[in-house]
Protein backbone atom coordinates (compact mmCIF):
# COMPACT_ATOMS: atom_id res chain seq x y z
CA UNK A 1 0.00 0.00 0.00
CA UNK A 2 2.66 2.74 0.82
CA UNK A 3 4.54 1.71 -2.54
CA UNK A 4 1.21 2.10 -3.99
CA UNK A 5 0.63 5.30 -2.20
CA UNK A 6 4.29 6.52 -3.45
CA UNK A 7 3.71 5.70 -7.15
CA UNK A 8 0.19 7.88 -6.82
CA UNK A 9 2.21 10.91 -5.61
CA UNK A 10 5.42 10.46 -7.42
CA UNK A 11 2.76 10.77 -10.99
CA UNK A 12 1.92 14.48 -9.80
CA UNK A 13 5.86 15.66 -9.37
CA UNK A 14 7.69 17.40 -11.91
CA UNK A 15 4.66 19.08 -13.68
CA UNK A 16 4.89 22.82 -14.13
CA UNK A 17 2.40 25.04 -13.17
CA UNK A 18 0.82 26.48 -16.85
CA UNK A 19 0.55 22.69 -16.65
CA UNK A 20 -2.07 22.76 -13.62
CA UNK A 21 -3.27 25.74 -15.01
CA UNK A 22 -3.99 24.59 -17.96
CA UNK A 23 -5.89 21.47 -16.52
CA UNK A 24 -8.16 24.31 -14.33
CA UNK A 25 -8.81 25.66 -17.57
CA UNK A 26 -10.14 22.51 -19.02
CA UNK A 27 -12.09 21.37 -15.95
CA UNK A 28 -13.96 24.45 -15.76
CA UNK A 29 -14.85 23.82 -19.74
CA UNK A 30 -15.61 20.52 -19.36
CA UNK A 31 -17.95 21.00 -16.09
CA UNK A 32 -20.32 23.01 -18.40
CA UNK A 33 -20.13 20.13 -21.11
CA UNK A 34 -23.88 18.75 -21.02
CA UNK A 35 -24.73 19.10 -24.58
CA UNK A 36 -22.78 16.11 -26.27
CA UNK A 37 -23.77 13.52 -24.03
CA UNK A 38 -27.83 14.15 -23.95
CA UNK A 39 -27.77 16.03 -27.53
CA UNK A 40 -29.29 12.35 -29.04
CA UNK A 41 -31.43 11.83 -25.71
CA UNK A 42 -32.46 15.54 -26.57
CA UNK A 43 -33.37 14.75 -30.02
CA UNK A 44 -35.49 11.52 -29.67
CA UNK A 45 -37.79 13.00 -26.50
CA UNK A 46 -38.02 16.25 -27.23
CA UNK A 47 -37.79 16.79 -30.47
CA UNK A 48 -39.19 13.27 -31.50
CA UNK A 49 -36.54 12.78 -34.35
CA UNK A 50 -35.81 8.64 -35.34
CA UNK A 51 -32.68 7.29 -34.64
CA UNK A 52 -31.85 7.74 -38.16
CA UNK A 53 -32.34 11.00 -38.32
CA UNK A 54 -30.19 11.76 -34.72
CA UNK A 55 -27.25 9.86 -36.86
CA UNK A 56 -27.64 12.73 -39.77
CA UNK A 57 -27.37 15.28 -37.14
CA UNK A 58 -24.72 13.94 -34.97
CA UNK A 59 -22.89 13.38 -38.31
CA UNK A 60 -22.89 16.65 -38.81
CA UNK A 61 -21.24 17.27 -35.28
CA UNK A 62 -18.38 14.85 -36.48
CA UNK A 63 -17.98 17.17 -39.79
CA UNK A 64 -18.06 20.23 -38.16
CA UNK A 65 -15.12 18.41 -35.65
CA UNK A 66 -13.61 17.46 -38.95
CA UNK A 67 -13.12 20.96 -40.14
CA UNK A 68 -12.30 22.57 -36.37
CA UNK A 69 -9.60 20.25 -35.78
CA UNK A 70 -8.03 21.01 -39.39
CA UNK A 71 -8.40 24.74 -39.22
CA UNK A 72 -7.08 25.23 -35.76
CA UNK A 73 -4.26 23.59 -36.39
CA UNK A 74 -3.39 25.58 -39.28
CA UNK A 75 -4.78 28.72 -36.84
CA UNK A 76 -2.12 27.88 -34.69
CA UNK A 77 0.87 27.34 -36.55
CA UNK A 78 0.07 31.02 -37.88
CA UNK A 79 -1.65 33.17 -34.65
CA UNK A 80 -0.42 31.09 -31.61
CA UNK A 81 -2.60 28.68 -29.24
CA UNK A 82 -3.69 31.24 -26.94
CA UNK A 83 -5.55 33.12 -29.72
CA UNK A 84 -7.15 30.54 -31.12
CA UNK A 85 -8.38 28.97 -27.71
CA UNK A 86 -9.86 32.37 -26.75
CA UNK A 87 -11.98 33.10 -29.65
CA UNK A 88 -12.95 29.51 -29.72
CA UNK A 89 -14.39 29.58 -25.93
CA UNK A 90 -15.74 33.00 -26.55
CA UNK A 91 -18.00 32.17 -30.11
CA UNK A 92 -18.98 29.23 -28.65
CA UNK A 93 -21.16 30.93 -26.14
CA UNK A 94 -23.70 32.59 -28.39
CA UNK A 95 -23.84 29.54 -30.66
CA UNK A 96 -24.62 27.42 -27.15
CA UNK A 97 -27.11 29.74 -26.39
CA UNK A 98 -28.98 29.99 -30.09
CA UNK A 99 -29.08 26.35 -30.49
CA UNK A 100 -32.68 25.47 -28.60
CA UNK A 101 -34.18 27.92 -31.37
CA UNK A 102 -33.63 25.48 -34.11
CA UNK A 103 -36.05 22.75 -33.85
CA UNK A 104 -35.96 20.72 -37.16
CA UNK A 105 -33.72 18.09 -38.77
CA UNK A 106 -31.93 20.47 -41.24
CA UNK A 107 -31.68 23.48 -38.97
CA UNK A 108 -30.28 21.61 -35.85
CA UNK A 109 -27.46 20.06 -38.05
CA UNK A 110 -26.57 22.80 -39.81
CA UNK A 111 -26.52 24.96 -36.05
CA UNK A 112 -24.38 22.20 -34.06
CA UNK A 113 -21.83 21.85 -37.35
CA UNK A 114 -21.22 25.59 -37.00
CA UNK A 115 -20.67 25.02 -33.16
CA UNK A 116 -18.98 21.79 -33.41
CA UNK A 117 -16.01 23.88 -36.02
CA UNK A 118 -16.01 26.62 -33.67
CA UNK A 119 -15.74 24.04 -30.27
CA UNK A 120 -13.03 21.57 -31.98
CA UNK A 121 -10.69 24.23 -33.22
CA UNK A 122 -9.75 24.43 -29.46
CA UNK A 123 -8.51 21.22 -29.26
CA UNK A 124 -5.12 21.31 -31.61
CA UNK A 125 -4.06 24.52 -30.05
CA UNK A 126 -4.89 23.19 -26.66
CA UNK A 127 -2.46 20.18 -27.48
CA UNK A 128 -0.21 22.56 -28.59
CA UNK A 129 -0.01 24.53 -25.31
CA UNK A 130 0.45 21.16 -23.30
CA UNK A 131 3.61 20.21 -25.77
CA UNK A 132 4.92 23.84 -25.46
CA UNK A 133 4.40 24.33 -21.55
CA UNK A 134 4.91 21.01 -20.43
CA UNK A 135 8.71 19.29 -19.52
CA UNK A 136 9.87 16.99 -22.81
CA UNK A 137 10.43 13.97 -19.43
CA UNK A 138 6.69 15.03 -18.19
CA UNK A 139 4.80 15.45 -21.47
CA UNK A 140 2.43 12.60 -21.03
CA UNK A 141 1.80 13.25 -17.58
CA UNK A 142 0.82 16.52 -18.81
CA UNK A 143 -1.59 15.32 -22.02
CA UNK A 144 -3.19 13.10 -18.65
CA UNK A 145 -3.03 16.28 -16.62
CA UNK A 146 -5.13 17.48 -18.88
CA UNK A 147 -7.43 14.80 -19.78
CA UNK A 148 -7.87 14.09 -16.13
CA UNK A 149 -8.84 17.37 -15.71
CA UNK A 150 -11.56 16.85 -19.00
CA UNK A 151 -12.66 13.29 -17.03
CA UNK A 152 -13.20 15.08 -13.53
CA UNK A 153 -15.06 17.75 -15.55
CA UNK A 154 -17.05 15.16 -17.62
CA UNK A 155 -18.17 13.26 -14.02
CA UNK A 156 -19.40 16.20 -13.21
CA UNK A 157 -21.37 17.57 -15.82
CA UNK A 158 -23.14 14.97 -17.03
CA UNK A 159 -24.57 14.33 -13.67
CA UNK A 160 -25.05 17.96 -13.40
CA UNK A 161 -26.67 17.97 -17.00
CA UNK A 162 -28.70 15.21 -16.17
CA UNK A 163 -30.88 17.36 -13.60
CA UNK A 164 -30.82 20.21 -15.74
CA UNK A 165 -32.35 18.13 -18.72
CA UNK A 166 -35.21 16.62 -16.22
CA UNK A 167 -36.43 20.51 -15.93
CA UNK A 168 -35.85 21.51 -19.52
CA UNK A 169 -33.56 20.48 -22.10
CA UNK A 170 -32.57 23.81 -22.70
CA UNK A 171 -30.85 24.28 -19.32
CA UNK A 172 -28.32 22.18 -20.95
CA UNK A 173 -27.07 24.37 -23.55
CA UNK A 174 -27.39 27.72 -21.38
CA UNK A 175 -25.34 25.49 -18.84
CA UNK A 176 -22.93 24.72 -21.40
CA UNK A 177 -22.50 28.35 -22.43
CA UNK A 178 -22.01 29.27 -19.12
CA UNK A 179 -18.96 26.64 -18.47
CA UNK A 180 -17.65 27.71 -22.24
CA UNK A 181 -17.75 31.78 -20.77
CA UNK A 182 -16.04 31.48 -17.24
CA UNK A 183 -13.35 28.96 -19.00
CA UNK A 184 -12.72 32.15 -21.50
CA UNK A 185 -12.49 34.33 -18.72
CA UNK A 186 -10.11 31.54 -16.38
CA UNK A 187 -7.54 30.90 -19.83
CA UNK A 188 -7.36 34.52 -20.54
CA UNK A 189 -6.52 35.72 -16.52
CA UNK A 190 -4.18 33.04 -16.65
CA UNK A 191 -2.21 33.13 -20.08
CA UNK A 192 -3.07 36.17 -21.30
CA UNK A 193 1.09 37.48 -20.87
CA UNK A 194 2.46 34.12 -20.12
CA UNK A 195 5.56 33.55 -22.21
CA UNK A 196 5.15 31.16 -24.37
CA UNK A 197 1.36 32.29 -25.87
CA UNK A 198 2.76 32.96 -29.41
CA UNK A 199 4.01 30.55 -31.74
CA UNK A 200 8.04 30.44 -31.88
CA UNK A 201 10.44 30.98 -34.60
CA UNK A 202 11.10 28.54 -36.63
CA UNK A 203 13.72 25.98 -35.87
CA UNK A 204 14.95 23.03 -36.75
CA UNK A 205 12.59 19.55 -35.20
CA UNK A 206 14.40 16.63 -34.16
CA UNK A 207 15.69 14.76 -37.08
CA UNK A 208 15.44 17.85 -39.35
CA UNK A 209 18.62 19.32 -41.20
CA UNK A 210 19.01 22.89 -40.53
CA UNK A 211 17.36 24.10 -44.21
CA UNK A 212 15.43 21.45 -44.45
CA UNK A 213 11.71 22.11 -44.92
CA UNK A 214 9.70 20.47 -41.72
CA UNK A 215 7.88 17.02 -43.32
CA UNK A 216 4.29 17.69 -43.40
CA UNK A 217 2.03 15.26 -41.72
CA UNK A 218 0.08 14.74 -44.54
CA UNK A 219 2.84 13.59 -46.58
CA UNK A 220 3.96 11.30 -43.51
CA UNK A 221 2.92 8.06 -44.15
CA UNK A 222 3.57 5.87 -41.33
CA UNK A 223 1.81 8.56 -39.44
CA UNK A 224 -1.29 8.61 -41.77
CA UNK A 225 -1.54 4.81 -41.07
CA UNK A 226 -1.51 5.54 -37.08
CA UNK A 227 -3.53 8.39 -37.47
CA UNK A 228 -5.89 5.76 -40.02
CA UNK A 229 -6.12 3.63 -36.64
CA UNK A 230 -6.77 5.96 -33.92
CA UNK A 231 -9.51 7.71 -36.25
CA UNK A 232 -11.19 3.59 -36.11
CA UNK A 233 -10.49 3.14 -32.17
CA UNK A 234 -12.48 6.03 -31.95
CA UNK A 235 -15.03 5.57 -34.30
CA UNK A 236 -15.75 2.74 -31.82
CA UNK A 237 -14.63 4.24 -28.21
CA UNK A 238 -17.12 7.51 -29.47
CA UNK A 239 -20.92 5.15 -29.40
CA UNK A 240 -20.32 6.56 -25.97
CA UNK A 241 -21.31 9.51 -26.87
CA UNK A 242 -24.24 8.54 -29.23
CA UNK A 243 -25.14 5.01 -29.44
CA UNK A 244 -24.70 4.16 -25.94
CA UNK A 245 -26.69 6.43 -24.40
CA UNK A 246 -29.70 5.59 -26.56
CA UNK A 247 -28.76 1.81 -25.73
CA UNK A 248 -28.82 2.58 -22.06
CA UNK A 249 -32.46 4.65 -22.54
CA UNK A 250 -33.76 2.05 -24.67
CA UNK A 251 -32.10 -1.12 -23.95
CA UNK A 252 -32.04 -1.19 -19.79
CA UNK A 253 -34.68 1.92 -19.31
CA UNK A 254 -32.59 4.07 -17.86
CA UNK A 255 -34.04 7.60 -17.23
CA UNK A 256 -32.18 11.14 -17.85
CA UNK A 257 -30.39 11.26 -14.70
CA UNK A 258 -29.39 7.60 -14.19
CA UNK A 259 -27.68 8.12 -17.55
CA UNK A 260 -26.29 10.72 -16.29
CA UNK A 261 -24.45 8.97 -13.38
CA UNK A 262 -23.18 6.18 -15.75
CA UNK A 263 -21.83 8.68 -17.56
CA UNK A 264 -20.15 10.65 -15.04
CA UNK A 265 -18.98 7.31 -13.59
CA UNK A 266 -16.92 7.17 -16.49
CA UNK A 267 -15.72 10.46 -15.81
CA UNK A 268 -14.98 9.66 -12.14
CA UNK A 269 -12.40 6.73 -12.58
CA UNK A 270 -10.37 8.30 -15.26
CA UNK A 271 -9.76 11.02 -12.38
CA UNK A 272 -8.80 8.71 -9.76
CA UNK A 273 -6.87 5.70 -11.73
CA UNK A 274 -5.74 7.97 -14.78
CA UNK A 275 -2.18 9.55 -13.38
CA UNK A 276 -1.53 6.33 -11.17
CA UNK A 277 -2.01 4.23 -14.78
CA UNK A 278 -0.21 6.53 -16.76
CA UNK A 279 2.96 6.72 -14.46
CA UNK A 280 3.29 3.00 -13.96
CA UNK A 281 2.58 2.75 -17.77
CA UNK A 282 5.70 5.57 -18.28
CA UNK A 283 7.96 3.35 -16.45
CA UNK A 284 7.02 -0.25 -17.43
CA UNK A 285 5.13 -0.51 -20.68
CA UNK A 286 6.48 1.01 -24.31
CA UNK A 287 4.15 3.36 -26.20
CA UNK A 288 2.92 0.34 -28.29
CA UNK A 289 2.13 -1.85 -25.37
CA UNK A 290 -0.27 0.22 -23.65
CA UNK A 291 -1.93 1.80 -26.44
CA UNK A 292 -2.46 -1.96 -27.58
CA UNK A 293 -3.79 -2.98 -24.03
CA UNK A 294 -5.56 0.15 -24.25
CA UNK A 295 -7.57 -0.74 -27.49
CA UNK A 296 -7.82 -4.57 -26.54
CA UNK A 297 -9.44 -3.25 -23.31
CA UNK A 298 -12.04 -1.53 -25.46
CA UNK A 299 -13.07 -4.39 -27.27
CA UNK A 300 -13.82 -6.17 -23.97
CA UNK A 301 -15.93 -3.21 -22.30
CA UNK A 302 -18.37 -3.73 -25.32
CA UNK A 303 -18.30 -7.80 -25.16
CA UNK A 304 -19.73 -7.01 -22.24
CA UNK A 305 -22.72 -5.36 -23.21
CA UNK A 306 -25.00 -7.52 -24.48
CA UNK A 307 -24.74 -10.06 -21.48
CA UNK A 308 -28.23 -9.94 -20.00
CA UNK A 309 -27.08 -9.86 -16.39
CA UNK A 310 -28.69 -6.39 -15.15
CA UNK A 311 -26.81 -2.95 -14.15
CA UNK A 312 -23.88 -4.03 -12.77
CA UNK A 313 -22.53 -5.24 -16.38
CA UNK A 314 -23.44 -1.77 -17.77
CA UNK A 315 -21.08 -0.73 -14.98
CA UNK A 316 -18.32 -3.06 -15.59
CA UNK A 317 -18.37 -2.03 -19.29
CA UNK A 318 -17.85 1.47 -18.78
CA UNK A 319 -15.31 0.96 -16.20
CA UNK A 320 -13.18 -1.50 -18.67
CA UNK A 321 -13.91 1.53 -21.93
CA UNK A 322 -12.50 4.39 -18.83
CA UNK A 323 -9.42 2.22 -17.93
CA UNK A 324 -9.00 1.57 -21.88
CA UNK A 325 -8.86 5.83 -22.40
CA UNK A 326 -6.43 5.82 -19.65
CA UNK A 327 -4.12 3.63 -21.49
CA UNK A 328 -4.76 4.78 -25.17
CA UNK A 329 -5.39 8.20 -25.51
CA UNK A 330 -1.94 10.40 -23.66
CA UNK A 331 0.60 8.19 -25.05
CA UNK A 332 -1.40 9.04 -28.67
CA UNK A 333 -0.86 12.17 -28.40
CA UNK A 334 2.24 12.07 -27.25
CA UNK A 335 3.38 9.89 -30.38
CA UNK A 336 1.77 12.95 -32.42
CA UNK A 337 4.17 15.15 -30.38
CA UNK A 338 7.42 13.06 -30.74
CA UNK A 339 6.96 12.72 -34.13
CA UNK A 340 6.68 16.36 -35.05
CA UNK A 341 9.29 19.29 -34.96
CA UNK A 342 8.43 22.69 -33.09
CA UNK A 343 7.17 24.46 -36.37
CA UNK A 344 5.06 21.28 -37.15
CA UNK A 345 3.26 20.68 -34.07
CA UNK A 346 -0.08 22.56 -34.70
CA UNK A 347 -0.18 20.49 -37.88
CA UNK A 348 0.29 17.32 -36.44
CA UNK A 349 -1.33 17.71 -33.46
CA UNK A 350 -4.10 18.92 -36.36
CA UNK A 351 -4.11 15.71 -37.64
CA UNK A 352 -4.44 13.97 -34.63
CA UNK A 353 -7.12 15.37 -33.45
CA UNK A 354 -8.43 15.46 -36.98
CA UNK A 355 -8.46 11.78 -36.70
CA UNK A 356 -10.48 11.80 -33.53
CA UNK A 357 -13.23 13.74 -35.12
CA UNK A 358 -13.40 12.66 -38.41
CA UNK A 359 -14.75 9.37 -36.10
CA UNK A 360 -17.32 11.43 -34.64
CA UNK A 361 -18.77 11.76 -38.06
CA UNK A 362 -18.80 7.94 -38.69
CA UNK A 363 -19.63 7.05 -35.32
CA UNK A 364 -23.19 8.05 -34.78
CA UNK A 365 -23.92 7.38 -38.55
CA UNK A 366 -22.72 3.99 -38.50
CA UNK A 367 -24.02 3.19 -35.14
CA UNK A 368 -27.42 4.41 -35.21
CA UNK A 369 -28.16 2.41 -38.31
CA UNK A 370 -26.79 -0.75 -37.52
CA UNK A 371 -28.57 -0.47 -34.30
CA UNK A 372 -31.79 0.28 -35.73
CA UNK A 373 -31.71 -2.00 -38.42
CA UNK A 374 -30.00 -5.12 -36.68
CA UNK A 375 -29.99 -4.19 -33.02
CA UNK A 376 -27.67 -3.59 -30.35
CA UNK A 377 -26.05 -6.58 -29.93
CA UNK A 378 -24.72 -6.97 -33.28
CA UNK A 379 -23.94 -3.42 -32.87
CA UNK A 380 -21.51 -4.57 -29.60
CA UNK A 381 -20.22 -8.02 -31.02
CA UNK A 382 -19.28 -5.84 -34.51
CA UNK A 383 -17.33 -3.21 -32.25
CA UNK A 384 -15.39 -5.92 -30.14
CA UNK A 385 -13.82 -7.44 -33.52
CA UNK A 386 -13.26 -4.22 -35.30
CA UNK A 387 -11.16 -3.13 -31.83
CA UNK A 388 -9.22 -6.37 -31.51
CA UNK A 389 -7.74 -6.03 -35.33
CA UNK A 390 -7.05 -2.26 -34.28
CA UNK A 391 -4.95 -3.55 -31.44
CA UNK A 392 -2.95 -5.42 -33.61
CA UNK A 393 -2.64 -2.97 -35.74
CA UNK A 394 -1.82 0.25 -33.36
CA UNK A 395 1.10 -2.05 -32.16
CA UNK A 396 2.65 -2.70 -35.05
CA UNK A 397 2.50 0.53 -36.39
CA UNK A 398 3.74 2.57 -33.43
CA UNK A 399 6.65 0.20 -33.40
CA UNK A 400 7.88 1.40 -36.49
CA UNK A 401 7.19 4.87 -35.36
Known amino acids: MKELLKLYIDSYRGLSRPAWLLA ?14 FLGIYMTQALHFSI ?17 SWLGGW ?14 LLASVPLFMAAPLFTS ?18 RPANSVSVARYARPENITRAFSLNRMAINLGFSIGPALGGFLASISYHWIFYGNALGAFIASLVFIAFFAKRKGNTRPKPTAGKGDKPSSRPLSPYRDWTFLLFSLFCCIYAICFFQLLSTLPLFYQQGHALNEKQVGIILGFSGFVVVVFEMLLVHIAERRLS ?7 GTALCAVSFALLPIPTGYWIL ?18 ASVAVQRASKQTQGAYMGLNALAFSAAHVFSPFLGTRIADHYGFNVLWWGTAAVLMCVAWGLYLVVRKL
Open 24 to 37: LVMLVNRTGAMVLP
Open 105 to 122: VKGLAAVIYILSVVTESF
Open 287 to 293: YASSIFI
Open 75 to 88: LTDRFGNFWVQTIS
Open 52 to 68: SEVGVVLACFGLGAVTG
Open 315 to 332: YASIFLLSISEILAMPFM
